[in-house]
């Protein structure tokens, strides 16, 4: 996230109703804060050590941008990088779960209950070992449900639906790329 021309200009983007000198101060001063703001979720993001706290983090870094999104609207290099950042972060989930359903864990965690009632002869032994098996087949349904990531695919959404109405604003910067 680097200053850009636009962070450093002091007249706003051409339109019918030129910004006030109070709205381009009010721009500044909301840029520093949401750029403040990105950055310091970002560095927490980076020394989150497992992948549930940084999701909480991003989901933090994603409420900001939509409750302050002027920046997503003057700032084309980081609207596209938010846009990228949101795919990498939606293939991820998809990848994630894709993996969590290959492992069959449901099919394991049966065939080993068969073995159990097959082999194991003591009786309350036996009941130990199907509870311990309970436990475990709760806590993939809890992480089943962890994975799907539904908080997180939700600020995703409000995100590119927020940056669907920026397009509307008539002071909406849009890249080059925009434009073909």
């Excluded at 007249?11 to 949401?34: A, F, H, K, M, V």
């Excluded at 990088?81 to 394991?108: A, D």
């Amino acid at each position: 996230m680097t200053n850009s021309d636009s962070d450093e200009s002091t007249t706003g983007p051409t339109s019918s109703l030129p910004p006030l000198s109070e709205d381009i101060q009010g721009r500044e001063t909301n840029y520093r804060y949401t750029s403040h703001i990105i950055r310091y979720l970002v560095d927490e993001c980076n020394k989150a050590q497992f992948e549930d706290q940084r999701i909480q983090i991003v989901e933090k870094m994603f409420h900001h941008l939509i409750d302050n999104p002027s920046i997503l609207i003057y700032e084309p290099k980081f609207r596209k990088s938010v846009i990228n950042k949101l795919n990498e972060i939606e293939t991820h989930i998809h990848n994630r779960n894709k993996l969590y359903y290959s492992s069959k864990y449901n099919t394991m965690l049966f065939t080993i209950r068969n073995s159990l009632r097959l082999n194991v002869r003591n009786s309350v032994m036996r009941e130990k070992l199907y509870k311990q098996l309970d436990d475990i087949n709760s806590t993939l349904v809890e992480y089943e449900k962890w994975s799907a990531s539904e908080s997180l695919l939700k600020k995703i959404d409000e995100l590119y639906s927020t940056m669907e109405c920026l397009k509307k604003s008539p002071y909406y910067v849009s890249d080059a790329e925009d434009r073909a």
